[in-house]
């Protein structure tokens, strides 16, 4: 399939095994698993961060083969999960660097199309969340409450 705005195709890259269980040298159980998460969700870390530390300090190789839910889930489930989803917060802090360099490099055509382009997938997700439930119905992207939202 082709790229999204570029008409090319992309190179394939590595996927993660499918796997059922969870591999037999991983020693870590799922409560402690589900408590660190808990844990680390409380000192402000974010799911895929959580994930990080969890595989490179941990050695969990895959939080949902072992606890049957995503780090999503869990914080969920113990009421910890972020107001609006990370992937849209981190979307909406790259179109807010965007404008502050576009504000100041006018004259940089290729800032304002990336602006362009990080909007485009700002609407479609917000699109889908609010579908979702996972945002209010009412709330709307504008750049000056975005720009508050992250800072």
Partial sequence: MARLYSRRKGK??????VRAEAPKWAKASTKDIEAQIVELAKKGKGPSKIGMILRD????????????????QILADNNLQPEFPTDLTDLIKTAVKIRKH???NRQDMDAKRGLQLTEAKIRR???YYKREGRI???WKYNLETARL???
């Fill in 57 to 72: 300090a941990q050695g969990v190789p895959d939080v949902r083969s072992v606890t049957k839910k995503s780090i999503t």
């Fill in 149 to 151: 939202l992250v800072e």
């Fill in 136 to 138: 209010p119905a009412d």
């Fill in 12 to 17: 394939s890259s590595s996927k993660k095994p």
């Fill in 102 to 104: 576009f504000d100041l």
């Fill in 125 to 127: 997700l917000v699109k």
